[in-house]
């Protein structure tokens, strides 16, 4: 799996000559900017917007996004909107595209907190949250950057980083809660499987749940306090979910044979179904490699 990373994105603000427009509520704004005064640059600046005058100015409504992005801290993820909002608006008044490059690059650095956020939930144990940020730094991608862009390549890092730390949360559930993690990681790894059939991490990871919770089911039975009916049920439930990791499982091994992780999983996959040849088979696979 690769290792996540936040994106970092350097934006030089070109605010500057402001005051060259003769505009009194953005100019004052611009001087409350100047000095990290935000909540006050913020007073100044939504009364720009909202005049007849100022909010014909690319400019005005630049400092509004670079004044409410400086602010999202403070108020929450509510401001990072209105910045992006105000930047758009920029983007439209700009008739003659004399400050693309720069409402551009506004637009790029605030949507990449999108996507850190997603990682830092990915990192911080956060699972439940981390896709939908994710999802919004896509799309706006597509709105408002480049309605071209390919996202195959990070989709798959991201999802299997998702999936994964799904997968490893197993450790640290009560019995009643692997089911809902297995399938979590399932579906993500799912994802990327949809995008490359033949990702070694993804195959894996699906094999491998499926097999844990076969193997999780039989473990957790009783023989000497369970009925035959139960017993065969169990049985019954472990068979169907080791058949399912079975052939993702296999797909892995023929992605890459070398690895012992997954030769262990068909080794044990195949001793639970009773299929003694190719029990044998990886069984003796496995002992060579642990020579």
């Given at each position: 799996?690769?290792?996540?990373?936040?994106?970092?994105?350097?934006?030089?603000?070109?605010?500057?000559?402001?005051?060259?427009?003769?505009?009194?509520?953005?100019?004052?704004?611009?001087?409350?900017?100047?000095?990290?005064?935000?909540?006050?640059?913020?007073?100044?600046?939504?009364?720009?917007?909202?005049?007849?005058?100022?909010?014909?100015?690319?400019?005005?409504?630049?400092?509004?996004?670079?004044?409410?992005?400086?602010?999202?801290?403070?108020?929450?993820i509510?401001?990072?909107?209105?910045?992006?909002?105000?930047?758009?608006?920029?983007?439209?008044?700009?008739?003659?595209?004399?400050?693309?490059?720069?409402?551009?690059?506004?637009?790029?650095?605030?949507?990449?907190?999108?996507?850190?956020?997603?990682?830092?939930?990915?990192?911080?144990?956060?699972?439940?949250?981390?896709?939908?940020?994710?999802?919004?730094?896509?799309?706006n991608?597509?709105?408002?950057?480049?309605?071209n862009?390919?996202?195959?390549?990070?989709?798959?890092?991201?999802?299997?980083?998702?999936?994964?730390?799904?997968?490893?949360?197993?450790?640290?559930?009560?019995?009643?809660?692997?089911?809902?993690?297995?399938?979590?990681?399932?579906?993500?790894?799912?994802?990327?499987?949809?995008?490359?059939?033949?990702?070694y991490?993804?195959?894996y990871?699906?094999?491998?749940?499926?097999?844990?919770?076969?193997?999780?089911?039989?473990?957790?039975?009783?023989?000497?306090?369970?009925?035959?009916?139960?017993i065969?049920?169990?049985?019954?439930?472990?068979?169907?979910?080791?058949?399912?990791?079975?052939?993702?499982?296999?797909?892995?091994?023929?992605?890459?044979?070398?690895?012992?992780?997954?030769?262990?999983?068909?080794?044990?996959?195949?001793?639970?179904?009773?299929?003694?040849?190719?029990y044998?088979y990886?069984?003796?696979?496995?002992?060579?490699?642990?020579?």
């Amino acid at each position: 799996m690769n290792r996540l990373k936040n994106i970092l994105l350097v934006v030089t603000f070109i605010l500057i000559s402001v005051g060259g427009y003769a505009q009194n509520y953005t100019a004052k704004a611009y001087k409350f900017y100047q000095v990290k005064q935000f909540d006050s640059a913020m007073l100044y600046i939504d009364s720009a917007v909202v005049s007849i005058d100022e909010s014909k100015y690319s400019k005005t409504w630049q400092l509004r996004g670079v004044v409410y992005r400086n602010l999202e801290a403070k108020h929450g993820i509510k401001y990072r909107e209105i910045a992006l909002q105000s930047f758009l608006e920029a983007r439209k008044v700009d008739t003659l595209n004399e400050f693309k490059l720069e409402i551009d690059s506004y637009i790029e650095n605030l949507n990449v907190r999108y996507y850190n956020d997603a990682v830092n939930n990915v990192l911080s144990g956060n699972l439940e949250k981390a896709e939908q940020p994710y999802l919004t730094y896509k799309q706006n991608y597509w709105a408002y950057l480049d309605e071209n862009k390919d996202f195959n390549a990070i989709d798959i890092q991201f999802y299997n980083a998702l999936a994964s730390a799904w997968f490893k949360r197993n450790t640290l559930v009560e019995s009643g809660e692997k089911k809902t993690v297995y399938s979590n990681a399932i579906r993500y790894f799912g994802k990327v499987l949809a995008i490359d059939s033949t990702n070694y991490s993804a195959n894996y990871g699906i094999g491998i749940s499926y097999y844990n919770q076969g193997a999780d089911v039989v473990e957790g039975m009783d023989p000497f306090s369970t009925d035959i009916e139960e017993i065969d049920r169990i049985q019954n439930e472990s068979i169907e979910l080791f058949k399912s990791g079975e052939p993702y499982l296999k797909k892995a091994f023929e992605i890459n044979p070398n690895e012992k992780e997954v030769v262990e999983g068909l080794t044990g996959i195949y001793y639970s179904l009773n299929e003694d040849k190719e029990y044998e088979y990886f069984q003796q696979l496995l002992n060579k490699m642990e020579e």
